[in-house]
């Protein structure tokens, strides 16, 4: 059986805490490895690692920090096939999708490239009589990342890459449901020419995160996971006096106006409800047709394209999902789904009893449908994180408004019109951090930043884009006064610009 170590010091080491959790293959629902679950003190040894490399990591010039990212652009360029087939086999998404998740990863390293740009402060001569002010960005020192399984190229890359490019060492505590490629990315930072110790892996569980958020030399938490775990990261964190920035679950409506492209909207939503399994933050996860015609014309739509949904292994290119990452999370999924029928929805399409031939113990299942959803039902307030897509009818727009904005969750949401007035109100108004118009999973791209809102975000800076340079550096501000005038003794009234 293979082991997964942690990786520290610029190599995999092995656990020394005897404890260890399986790392499946969902496809297949067999365990293919181990991995080693860090106790505080391994937490402790990869920190000391990490602040005795950062000093001269920081005091390397930023062009030759950005360098080191587009060398390691390159070399996951060369491994792209490789890696996509091993978080495959960990996470069990398709291999087309696994190229996603790692793609969107690599998008951030590539705006990471231009850290000496992003890095420079801002200037004013002559700010008062022979006073200059000028600041400066500065590295925090050790920054940690703690990341969940279901995007375990693209997340680990969204905090370290610009973490690392402002100067800082990193700690990733990534999922250790699948471990393998967040391992991969590092070892091909230290070949891309980072210095050992700037970039550590520590596999693990609480008690791995617990060492984290109480360690007194890491500065910085990013976090992405469900927002339970979000919330407790946050104010953790906080009480130890670091920075913070969580990010949590979500529930993603799309409003589907009566003028809307049905045709589209469909498309949009079985790629955007099913894809991944339904295991994306980002996923759709509730459709609101406006008005009973709109609804109607959805279901005759919807019903036949959920049922001829293609489920196959990771490993089948024209699979339209997989399976689920592991059987506890396929068990929640389909509890959830009794739930709903319990709660009273009409189940328009089961996908419960799915087997996959040759398959039989993978973690599988098809797409389910639910109509007739209501707000108070508990399968529409929390996150099912499944092939599920629940349709709640509303009667207008303002009903269909109300519903993502008064949601708990707060992370995306689209509207489907063709009316420029409709979505320029929508987006105006509605309660959310990232709106899609006629566009059904707006992830916004690289140089933009990411977040959630309400119960999907815990802390003020967003993920990638500018706020990733300022939640990962600190500003100093420098105000400067050379001898010369300075000659007219002491001044006991507080200085002004005036
Ligand atoms: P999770 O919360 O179970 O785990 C996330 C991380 O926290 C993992 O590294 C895990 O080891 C750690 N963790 C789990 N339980 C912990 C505990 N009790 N104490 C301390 N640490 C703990 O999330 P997951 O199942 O890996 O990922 C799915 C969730 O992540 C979904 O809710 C999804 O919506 C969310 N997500 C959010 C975003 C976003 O940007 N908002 C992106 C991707 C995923």
Redesign the pocket.
């Known amino acids: 059986m293979r082991t997964i170590g942690h990786f520290i010091g610029g190599k995999e080491v092995k656990g020394t805490s005897g404890r260890f959790a399986d790392v499946y293959e969902p496809m297949t629902g067999e365990v293919q490895a181990k991995v080693a679950l860090a106790s505080k003190a391994e937490v402790r040894a990869a920190v000391e690692n990490a602040a005795a490399a950062q000093v001269g990591w920081a005091n390397t010039n930023p062009q030759r920090r950005a360098r080191v990212m587009m060398k390691f652009l390159e070399l996951v360029q060369r491994d792209y096939d490789k890696l996509a087939d091993l978080l495959a086999r960990e996470h069990g998404k398709t291999v087309p999708d696994a190229k996603g998740d790692i793609q969107r990863g690599l998008e951030v390293v590539e705006f990471a490239c231009g850290v000496p740009h992003l890095m420079k402060g801002e200037y004013t001569e002559a700010a008062g009589p022979g006073i200059d002010i000028y600041s400066m960005r500065q590295p925090l020192g050790v920054v940690a990342g703690?990341?969940?399984?279901?995007?375990p190229a693209m997340?680990p890359m969204w905090k370290f890459a610009p973490a690392i490019a402002c100067g800082n060492a990193f700690v990733l505590?990534?999922?250790?449901?699948d471990p393998g490629v967040p391992m991969a990315l590092a070892a091909l930072m230290i070949e891309a020419g980072l210095p050992e110790g700037v970039l550590n892996v520590v596999n693990g569980?609480?008690e791995a995160?617990?060492a984290i958020l109480d360690d007194p030399d890491i500065k910085a938490v990013g976090?992405?996971?469900?927002?339970p775990?979000a919330q407790?990261?946050y104010e953790r964190a906080a009480a130890n006096n670091k920075r913070a920035q969580c990010?949590?679950?979500?529930k993603n409506h799309a409003i589907i106006m009566p003028d809307a492209d049905m045709d589209q909207t469909v498309d949009a939503l079985i790629g955007a409800g099913y894809g991944s399994a339904g295991e994306?933050?980002m996923a759709i996860s509730v459709a609101v047709p406006v008005g009973k015609t709109t609804a109607d014309r959805l279901m005759e739509k919807l019903i036949p394209r959920v049922e001829s949904l293609k489920i196959g292994p990771s490993t089948d290119p024209s699979a339209d999902f997989g399976p689920l990452v592991t059987r506890a999370a396929l068990e929640r999924v389909k509890d959830y789904v009794e739930v709903g029928v319990k709660e009273g929805a009409t189940l328009a399409v089961d996908g419960r009893g799915f087997k996959m031939q040759g398959y039989e113990n993978g973690f599988y299942m098809g797409g389910c449908l639910f109509d007739n959803v209501t707000k108070d039902m508990r399968i529409y307030k929390e996150?099912i994180?499944g092939p599920v897509l629940s349709v709640v009818r509303a009667k207008d727009y303002n009903e269909a408004l109300a519903l993502p904005s008064d949601h708990d969750y707060g992370?995306g949401v689209a509207i489907f019109t063709r009316d420029g007035d409709a979505a320029r109100d929508f987006a105006a108004k509605v309660n959310v951090g990232m709106v899609g118009v006629n566009v059904p999973i707006p992830v916004p791209i690289a140089y933009y930043t990411?977040g959630?809102w309400k119960k999907?975000?815990f802390g003020d800076l967003n993920?990638h884009g500018p706020d990733s340079i300022r939640f990962y550096t600190k500003t100093k501000t420098v105000t400067s006064r050379w001898p010369s005038g300075v000659k007219d003794g002491a001044e006991f009234v507080i200085p002004t610009m005036n």
Do not use: L, M
Request: hydrophobic content about 35%; charged content about 20%.
């Open positions: 703690i990341t969940p399984f279901n995007f997340i505590k990534p999922s250790e449901r569980d609480k995160v617990d976090f992405v996971g469900s927002s775990i407790y990261i990010f949590g679950g979500a994306r933050c996150e994180f992370n990411f959630g999907s975000g993920q």
